[in-house]
Nanobody
Framework: QGHVEESGGGLVQAGGSLRLSCTVS????????IGWYRQASGKEREEVSC?????RVTGSVADRFITSRDNAKNTVYVQMNNLKPEDTAVYYC????????????????WGQGTQVTVSS
């Protein structure tokens, strides 16, 4: 069904930046919206952002997070700026079953996640 791999997580001090990457293989990448989600310890998973097949960002948990995609590289990015301790979570990439929106009810593939830890 496809393979999703996230990268770019790590430990950063509050106020710092990270760029997460999500690379997809085994699927026709530009047919699908791609979503970033995160799950902090003890909390439910929440959507960070969703980017449609043609690059329209339909939602973002914070203006500090900038989502983009490069269809030529089968990769979606989220640039996270001015990170806060409350951004600490495992960040997951998801290939939606739709082109124009992200939904956990129709999923092509999930990645394994990448840990982001923001120290105060």
């Amino acid at each position: 069904q496809g393979h999703v791999e996230e990268s770019g997580g790590g430990l950063v001090q509050a106020g710092g930046s990270l760029r997460l990457s999500c690379t997809v293989s085994g699927l026709r990448f530009d047919d699908y919206a791609i979503g970033w989600y995160r799950q902090a310890s003890g909390k439910e998973r929440e959507e960070v952002s969703c980017i449609t097949w043609n690059g329209r960002v339909t939602g973002s948990v914070a203006d500090r997070f900038i989502t983009s995609r490069d269809n030529a590289k089968n990769t979606v990015y989220v640039q996270m700026n001015n990170l806060k301790p409350e951004d600490t979570a495992v960040y997951y990439c998801m290939v939606s079953g739709a082109a124009e929106f992200c939904t956990e009810h129709s999923v092509k593939a999930w990645g394994q996640g990448t840990q982001v830890t923001v120290s105060s």
